[in-house]
């Protein structure tokens, strides 16, 4: 996880619904990525999971009432950075809505005026309820809270519908995104990411090793800060980032396509994709016999970076290099003939390692990027490129 989360003071409410035990694996996951966690339950909740199995995880007192504290709510509220329900019940939701505090849980989101984001999880009947709906939109409206869209799947209930409690990683994710400053509020962002194919017939095909990792942590970084963004992305090993947009394509020339018909409502593009510079110039209908030899011709792809740099009106470009030799230099170099705003460039060392190491080259100047992972590296890039294109 990124460093700079270390010590972030996370408020967890949980209510009576069936997902209450995914939510140990938040808890322990927040924890062991150094972020303080506190956990404060509705009596009716703890009939689902003890508030025992939170008070090991999370390291603290479990609250439930003000037994202990006769201002815990004012305490709990004031004590964090960031407050998430989850589960949410329907009754609980409809509560928060209406400004009732009639227990320690609702009484604290009254005290508390920070980032509230709240998940529901119930029945996908309940959900659906007219008086549901408009409680949901008045804590959008007028409470300024983030309601996390529930999933679409098989219910506990055995029912279909959505309603289920999104994934720890979701959760997790919109926890990082409330802490974060938001210097990219407002802009656009389009991320490039994985690798394309080049097919030689069906089944066959031209690639490289990208797994997408490091474009998919850009993407997930600038959402972090508040960009709208979008990424387009070839093949990839990676986990996708959860909500963003995100475009499939295998191809260099359909990565082109794609990029091309979104980059004028655009403000920052990052090219972050392993494009393969060749395609097979014939393109086989069916699967190529085995022979003793065969030989392909290959045909230059199209250069999308300089492609965009070319057809560039307000955007800020941003490209990458991987280099084995001379870094900086030909960094330098491809930056200023493709008309880039800036250029990262890494080592070819970088493949593969865990730890990051690489450089951001500027216009006139270039400043080294270590991170002891590629989500803190790609955080560490888009807070620059921030900085470059604040108004
Ligand atoms: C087994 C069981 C599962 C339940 N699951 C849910 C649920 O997933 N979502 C929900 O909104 N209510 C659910 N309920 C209903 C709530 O528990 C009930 O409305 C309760 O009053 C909620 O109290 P609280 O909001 O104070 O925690 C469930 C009830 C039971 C008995």
Redesign the pocket.
């Known amino acids: 996880m990124v460093p700079e989360l270390k010590g972030k003071k996370v408020l967890i409410g ?6 209450v035990y995914k939510i140990c694996d938040l808890v322990r996951r927040l924890k062991k990525d150094g972020l303080e966690v506190k956990v404060l ?5 703890t ?2 999971v003890s508030p025992m199995t939170f008070e090991v995880l999370s390291g603290n007192p479990v609250f439930t009432d003000w037994s202990n504290d006769p201002l815990a709510h004012i305490h709990l509220a004031r004590w964090a950075d960031t407050f998430l329900i989850a ?7 409809s ?1 928060i809505a209406t400004a009732q505090g009639d ?1 320690l ?2 009484t604290t989101v009254l005290a508390y005026d920070g980032p509230l984001l709240i998940a ?4 996908h009947v ?2 659906s309820q007219k008086a549901v709906r408009k409680n949901i939109d008045s804590l959008i409206k007028d409470r300024s809270a983030v309601v996390i869209k529930p999933e679409e799947g098989l ?3 055995d029912e279909e519908g959505e ?1 289920k ?1 999104p994934s720890v990683e979701r959760l997790y994710d919109w926890i990082v995104w409330s802490l974060m400053p938001k210097p990219l509020e407002g802009k656009k962002v389009l991320v490039t990411a994985g690798a394309t194919r080049e097919y030689l017939d069906p089944v066959r095909f031209i690639s490289n090793d990208s797994s997408g990792e490091m474009g998919f942590a850009l993407t997930r970084t600038a959402r972090w800060l508040g960009a709208e963004v979008t990424v387009v992305a070839g093949s990839f090993r990676a986990d996708p980032p959860p909500e963003v947009d995100l475009i499939e394509v295998v191809s260099a020339s359909q990565m082109l396509e794609k990029v091309l018909a979104l980059y004028p409502e655009q403000d920052i593009v990052i090219m972050n994709s392993a494009v393969a510079d060749f395609r097979p110039t014939d393109r086989s209908a069916s699967k190529i016999k085995k022979e003793e030899s065969l030989t392909i011709k290959l045909t230059r792809n199209p250069d999308i970076l300089e492609r965009l740099g070319r057809e560039k009106k307000n955007q800020f470009l941003v490209g990458f290099a991987l280099e084995t030799e001379n870094i900086l230099e030909n960094a330098r170099e491809k930056m200023e003939r493709k008309n880039l705003d800036m250029i990262v460039a890494n080592p070819a060392s970088a493949i593969g390692s865990r730890d990051y190491r690489g450089w951001i080259i500027y216009k006139d100047s270039e400043e080294e990027i270590t991170a002891p992972s590629k989500l803190s590296a790609a955080l560490k890039i888009i807070e620059r490129i921030a900085r470059l294109t604040a108004p």
């Open positions: 949980i209510t009576g619904g069936i997902a339950m509705t009596e009716f909740s009939r689902f589960p949410c019940t329907v009754n609980t939701l509560k227990n849980l609702t529901p999880a119930a029945n309940m959900l219910l506990a209930c309603g409690l």
